[in-house]
């Protein structure tokens, strides 16, 4: 009966754990701003995450080009889909807010890295 009870235990408190960290990441909506960095160049950004949709933009046009998709969570990533239907060959496309972006979420920072090394420190407001 004891074993039974601890088995229940350790069921629930394991539930209430993974429920408590999507919890968390269901909170990463709202208004950021700050800076977006590429090899030591810094620009101001905005970006808003609304509901699985974001959009953005920068002080500087196309660095980095942030544009309007949306954008999913899966464990310590967040996954946009950028909905721009046009991109001109006149900058990097790899500027371009798209495809799979590490993130720590802590104390209202979001920053987000890329597999080239970008990175967005931001402020939600």
Known sequence: MKLK???CFGVLIIAFA???????????DGKYVGTFERDELITNVQLDLNK????????????????FGE????N????FDNKRQIITAEFDPNLVLDGSWNYEFQDS?????????????????
Do not use: Q
Request: net charge positive; glycine share 4%; proline share 2%.
């Open 5 to 7: 009870f601890l088995i």
């Open 18 to 28: 993974c429920s408590k960290e999507n919890n968390s990441e269901l909170n990463i």
């Open 52 to 67: 699985n949709k974001f959009s953005g933009e920068s002080d500087r046009i196309n660095f980095p080009a942030i544009y």
């Open 71 to 74: 954008f999913s969570v899966l």
């Open 76 to 79: 310590k990533s967040l996954i």
């Open 109 to 125: 920072k979001l920053t987000l890295t890329n597999s080239i090394g970008d990175i967005y420190i931001l402020r939600k407001e």
